[in-house]
Nanobody
């Protein structure tokens, strides 16, 4: 059974940084693309970043240049490094295996002064 457990959310100030982690179990981690999505209050869930097995990445326009997705295949962890945070980044962030439609429980990020 695939399990995804996010951590690292919390309160950050505008302009600050946070790093989210997603621990993955139940699959051969290195064979799957990984992604982060987010859902802000009153909005639909939206893709934030995707990291493919060939190392190619894609980012949603609102976070391009500020967020970085990375993976550690040995630890089976995918990260989302978030810099220059804005209040609009406030959302619940979810880890995802796109090809399996598997999701974590989410971690809350609040950006506020």
């Amino acid at each position: 059974q695939v399990q995804l457990v996010e951590s690292g959310g919390g309160l950050a100030q505008p302009g600050g940084s946070l790093t989210l982690s997603c621990a993955v179990s139940g699959l051969f981690f290195g064979s799957y693309a990984m992604a982060w999505h987010r859902q802000a209050p009153g909005k639909e869930r939206a893709a934030v970043a995707v990291l493919n097995t060939d190392g190619s990445v894609s980012y949603g326009p609102p976070v391009r240049g500020r967020f970085t997705i990375a993976r550690d295949d040995a630890k089976k962890v995918v990260y989302l490094h978030m810099n220059m945070l804005k209040p609009d980044d406030t959302a619940v962030y979810y880890c995802n295996v796109p090809s399996l439609d598997s999701w974590g429980q989410g971690t809350q990020v609040i950006v506020s002064s």
